[in-house]
């Protein structure tokens, strides 16, 4: 892990210590689990819990992509851009910064990687040893439907978990070969900021970037295939981020079908983008590539124990079973919802499953969402266009933030809370949240939506004032309204009456 400093040096006798040595087998394990990300972590730690007898396989680093090179070094340096934001800001508050005040991006880094290797005791080879696990570094392999091989030694399992995770894929890009670019892997060791950089793919983590590094100082290009940003979402809620991102100084380029890569001098890398009408030539210090994942299925040996898989991954049934009885799934290896909660989620059904011959099902997970740019934006359940194509009439109800008292004294008063109700109910099936701290509020339309609580009654529920959260019990007063027909109303005004 670069750099070699003492933050990366304690991250690493944490996660994968030098001098560790592998247990010896002591006959057969209720579960082998390979790889130790989430969901392999929370599977081990779980069963270990419960009394199996466990093991635990990791080739590289113990925490995976959320603690090494995801959620964690990518949240650190968001919230160093958001700072440099509001100190960019503050003169709209009265608060007069002087001229000239330094964003030193060494100690951004620096301080990310402290605190880093500050969390990663927890996912750490010692924690998971001192829970019971066996802990095994080094490649797993399947050897046939009871056998995995860890290098030179072969582990006899009742059952195996399969949690290894993804990794940034390399879309097919002209030039992308020729050129050296940054991935997810890669992109937390840089100790210089690029003055300029380019970002292939305006998903999450091309967003979330693009803001962070133009908030720190770098001149930002987004480039992106499709017409807009963020398109598995609400486009009314991508396009506050998008011009959000503008505000913030990314260009964005859309529509850029078209790319080219190549080297220019200096180990500069050249974008030849066309984008509809305009062509582009930039060249950029420094290229992030955030286009997909690719699940980490190579080398597994699962075509020996008739583990069926395709480009999105190992397949599983709705019980995260695969295609051989014994052998399940977790985690991004084999789900669209690649976030850490849901690996964690999934990993706590497999352990039912597996082990107690549950039959929790990956449909019945109610899984929200969140992109970390300012504002955020975080999502649970269907859209619109979900419901439309699954048959589910709906009636929406939408707050937007910049009737919220709290949104307005923060000056946050970009975006909204948008809920969708099965049409006459208030039942709820989805819900977008635009604002800056949506990740945090749409936890509460997922407790309504696996509580079965609806949204009359969330209207009932006293929230502080003055809140951003506050949104979401308006939403429910919104829908509330619109039970006062003209029959109850009149009924109402009736009996008012009938007290004077
Ligand atoms: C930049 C970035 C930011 C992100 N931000 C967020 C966020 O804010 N919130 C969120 O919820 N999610 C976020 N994610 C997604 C999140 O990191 C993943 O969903 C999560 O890590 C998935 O966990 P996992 O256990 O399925 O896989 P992984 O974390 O990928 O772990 C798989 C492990 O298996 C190991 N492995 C693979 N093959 C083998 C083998 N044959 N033998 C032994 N070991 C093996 C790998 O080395 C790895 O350690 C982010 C991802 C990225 C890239």
Redesign the pocket.
Known sequence: MLPEDEHNKKLVSHVHPADWTNPTPSGKYNLVI????????VTAAAAAELGAKVAL??????????L????V???AIISAARVAASVKDAGQFGIHVPEGTEINFKQVMSRMRKLRSEISPHDSVERFSSLGIDVYL????FIDSSHIS?DDTQLHFSKAVI??????SAPPIEGLDSIDYLT?ET?FSLTELPKRIGIIGAG??GC??AQAFARLGSEVYLVEAADSILTKENPDAAAIIREQLINDGVKLMCGGKELKLSPADEQQIRMQVNSGECNHDITVDQLLV?VG?AP?TE??GLEKVGVKYSKKGVVIDDHFRTTNKRIFA????CSPY??????DFMARSVIRNALFFGRAKHSSLVIP??T?TSPELAHVGLNPTEAEKRGVKIDTFTQPMAEVDRAILDGETKGFVCVHVKKGSDKIVGATIVANHAGDMIGSISIAMTQGIGLGSIANCIHPYPTQGEAIRKVGDLYNKTRLTPTVASIMKRLIDWQR
Not at 34 to 41: D, E, H, P, Q
Not at 138 to 141: A, D, L, M, V, Y
């Open positions: 390979i790889g130790a990300g989430t969901a392999g972590l396989i990791e080739r590289h680093f113990m925490g995976g992509d959320c090494n090179v995801g959620c070094p990518s949240k080094g490649q797993g392999e860890v949690c290894t995770g993804a990794r940034a997810n992109l999450p983590i979330e970037m955030a994942r980490n080398g597994l977790a985690g991004d290896i690649q976030f850490t909660h849901a690996a969402w969140c970390y």
